[in-house]
């Protein structure tokens, strides 16, 4: 079953269909720009295109609907809040969203982590365990190391590996959405993931991050 997008909330703007027919024909990149500018109705055409990509994406990290339309609502107020500082040779206008939508959703879980992590207050659940705190902080410290090893990683192999593992694209559907031959998406989700080894494998350490990617 498809994954129906959010309702996005634009900022005032009068019906977002009336406005596509201006939008239609136009590229992602140059949605942005039109953005950047004050355009609502390119910011809903640019939703329109990347929306329900976007919720499945959050929704993948989130694990929970509302929370999920949460994240895509707040990193499309962040498009257009911070449209101009997009750079087009750095990346595609959808990998950006994409990323800000995937950076809201990691922000959202890190918040429930946090809560569940407090230290027990006379309105915390009676007969919470220290051991579960203790699970809690590990897996945020573990989610923390691999984001910062995949910081390290060069942009392309990055971007792979990121919607690969958080988006649950397996490598045709990054070929095709990437524009790029499957062999060179193999060939970055190869150097990635073996560089994520070297940098994760601390001594060989038990419990390092492996994960596996259909084709």
């Known amino acids: 079953m498809a994954l129906a997008a959010p309702v996005l909330a634009l900022p005032g703007s009068p019906d977002r269909f009336a406005m596509r027919k201006h939008h239609a024909h136009l590229s992602d990149e140059a949605l942005v720009a039109l953005v950047a500018r004050g355009d609502e109705g390119a910011l809903a055409e640019l939703y329109d295109r990347i929306g329900r990509i976007a919720y499945g994406l959050a929704l993948r990290v989130l694990r929970d609907e509302r929370h999920a339309e949460d994240a895509v609502q707040e990193a499309f107020l962040q ?59 590990w897996l945020r410290f573990e989610r923390e190391r691999v984001q910062t090893a995949l910081k390290q990683l060069p942009d392309a192999q990055r971007e792979a590996i990121e919607l690969a593992y958080y988006g649950g694209f397996s490598q045709s559907e990054l070929a095709e959405r990437l524009g790029v031959p499957l062999g060179t998406i193999k060939s970055r989700m190869f150097a990635g993931l073996a560089r994520l080894r070297e940098l994760l494998d601390d001594s060989t350490q038990e419990g390092s991050w492996k994960p596996e990617f259909t084709s």
Do not use: C, M, N, Y
Not at 80 to 90: G, I, K, L, P
Not at 100 to 116: G, I, N
């Open 79 to 137: 498009v257009w809040r911070s449209a101009a500082t997009f750079r087009a040779e750095r990346a595609k206008a959808s990998t950006w969203v994409l990323t800000l939508v995937h950076r809201r959703a990691v922000d959202l879980v890190r918040r429930e982590e946090r809560r569940q992590a407090d230290p027990l207050t006379d309105d915390s659940p009676i007969g919470q365990a220290p051991e579960q705190t203790e699970e809690a902080a």
